[in-house]
T-cell receptor
């Protein structure tokens, strides 16, 4: 059974810091890996999707990498801002059916 | 495009009552899914559908029924509500091809007393 782990559960950093959020998964036979953002009381918004054949994806200040062989992904946030404060969830899709297995998320707080 | 809509936003049920959580999308997505989110548990898949008339179970299907009679709608039925079903429920949809980025609805917060 696929398991996705995100550690730590919470992180607090000062504004302007570059930071890395980690995600690990147990089964390397994934179709893709995605990073989502969730604001309190809201639904999930997709940030980046990395196909299994890709190594990284970038969008603005965000960069996500994927190492399938080691079962790891990282989300790099450059020059963090208070508006980046949210919960970041990692999810993997196993098989071509859009079934996602999620990690529990990392709650990020960026202090002004 | 309204995206993915969910109704109601909030609901309180008594144990044993039944209800249907509604989910609709206007993007002509083939895939639709229901997840529940509980504190400390992350999101878990309840049921999913790869097209009209086709549904299958996810990780935590017990106590829930689904049907998909149209591409647009994917209702989730609670047959006899239990306090363990207190949760936030999210519906998501995506295309069947391409990068398959899911679009999530705003969620339904359900409390069972």
């Amino acid at each position: 059974k696929q398991e996705v782990t995100q550690i730590p559960a919470a992180l607090s950093v000062p504004e302007g810091e570059n930071l890395v959020l980690n995600c690990s998964f147990t089964d390397s036979a994934i179709y893709n890996l995605q990073w989502f953002r969730q604001d309190p009381g809201k639904g999930l918004t997709s940030l980046l999707l990395i196909q299994s054949s890709q190594r990284e994806q970038t969008s603005g200040r965000l960069n996500a990498s994927l190492d399938k062989s080691s079962g790891r992904s990282t989300l790099y946030i450059a020059a963090s801002q208070p508006g980046d404060s949210a919960t970041y969830l990692c999810a993997v899709e196993v098989g071509a059916n859009s079934k996602l297995t999620f990690g529990k998320g990392i709650t990020l707080s960026v202090r002004p | 495009n309204a995206g993915v809509t969910q109704t109601p936003k909030f609901q309180v049920l008594k144990t044993g009552q039944s209800m249907t959580l509604q989910c609709a999308q206007d993007m002509n997505h083939e895939y639709m899914s229901w997840y529940r989110q509980d504190p400390g548990m992350g999101l878990r898949l309840i049921h999913y559908s790869v097209g009209a008339g086709i549904t299958d179970q996810g990780e935590v299907p017990n106590g829930y029924n689904v049907s998909r009679s149209t591409t647009e709608d994917f209702p989730l039925r609670l047959l006899s509500a239990a306090p363990s079903q207190t949760s936030v429920y999210f519906c998501a949809s995506s295309y069947s091809r391409g990068p398959r980025i899911p679009i999530f609805g705003p969620g339904t917060r359900l409390t069972v007393t």
